[in-house]
């Protein structure tokens, strides 16, 4: 009676995980140790909607559903969902051609191209960087600001201001006039409406601008901008030092993209547990 009794609870527990909707988005596999919802796995393992994937000695291979390929370095911690992964430790190389992202410290990272493949690294500080190493990534905030359309070859960095105002805007970018609008296109490849000045003495100089985003963004491009100065970009100006900032976000470009998965079966720490 009592084995009856058991084998029952079991299967209403199964039933009720059933009824849930948790289904498998793909599988996870390791050459070394590998944690999947706190479970020590070694080998392969099914990937369920919010499951979290820990690496720790050796980096492993994720392949979801939809042609979705990540690769979590050594020392990584991620939850996966069936369109995102939420990175929260180490890195990840992501290879996609649909609209999956990489969600990290409010940031969103996510294929502008087909076959595009890219690295998001969770640096210290909570400052994240991305490089795009085929196709490109187009990088935006929890409130939907573009802050970089980011081409192969190229990679920034981003840090989140303590307290800063989220429609803060400081950058360098070139200005031109089409169709009636003008428009600053930024450093790292963003497209932004000008508006509250004048800006047709700056068309077709590269200028240093500040002043607010606001709502309304149109044509394609990263929203408008209000502006509340704009001049010349010089030798002393912003773009020498290679820093600006968007929606409260300091960005910086150049970072090196040497950074990779080439060591990532070397001893490591292992992921926090």
Known sequence: MLKKLQVTVVLL???SHAE???VSIGTASARGDLRVDNYSVKGNATIFDGSVVETSHASANLR???GVEIT???ASRGTLYSDHIVLQQGQSELMSSGSFQVKANGLHIVPAAP?????VSVKSGNTIEVASLDGSLGVSTDNGVVLANILPGQSFT????AGANATEFSAVGLVTFESGTYYLTTDSNVKYILTCKDSHTFVGDKVVVTGS???GAAGGSGGMLCVKTMEINGPTSMSRKKKWIIAGILMAAGAGIG???AASNSPSHPASR
Do not use: D, E, Y
Not at 158 to 161: D, E, I, L, P
């Open 64 to 66: 979801l559903n939809k």
């Open 115 to 119: 076959h595009s493949r890219g690295l």
């Open 13 to 15: 527990c199964f039933l």
């Open 20 to 22: 849930a909707g948790t």
């Open 158 to 161: 981003f840090a989140m201001q």
């Open 213 to 215: 985003l606001q709502s």
């Open 72 to 74: 979590m370095s050594a």
């Open 259 to 261: 950074i990779g998965l």
